[in-house]
């Protein structure tokens, strides 16, 4: 069983910044593929970011690409997602997920994840 709690949403401007972070209980976070993923107001919950086990593969959404990075550090059981230049339709509660190993890749669609946080709210004002 592994829980995670997000953290590190706000209310930021368009073109500025922020990091989020998730935390997962448990000692097995290293051997999880751990990804973002938001929903906006209205619409199906989409996928942001992936980052292998490892951290040695990541893959993003073509809408966030260049702009956010994901990264984790399995020794303090976290994961993060730096978001810069944010836009309004940025807009969303984020949620951080954890999936087991899997022979494919990338990993980018909500069965593929096992265990899943509450979110955190981010809003992009204009």
């Known amino acids: 069983q592994v829980q995670l709690v997000e953290s590190g949403g706000g209310l930021v401007q368009a073109g500025g910044s922020l990091r989020l972070s998730c935390l997962a209980s448990g000692r097995t976070f290293s051997t999880y593929n751990m990804g973002w993923f938001r929903q906006a107001p209205g619409k199906e919950r989409e996928f942001v970011a992936v980052i292998r086990w490892s951290g040695s593969s990541t893959y993003y959404a073509d809408s966030v690409k260049g702009r956010f990075t994901i990264s984790r550090d399995n020794a303090k059981n976290t994961v993060y997602l730096q978001m810069n230049s944010l836009k309004p339709e940025d807009t969303a509660v984020y949620y951080c997920?954890?999936?087991?190993?899997?022979?494919?890749?990338?990993?980018?669609?909500?069965?593929?994840?096992?265990?899943w946080g509450q979110g955190t709210q981010v809003t992009v004002s204009s």
């Open positions: 997920a954890a999936g087991g190993p899997r022979p494919q890749w990338p990993i980018d669609i909500e069965y593929q994840y096992d265990y």
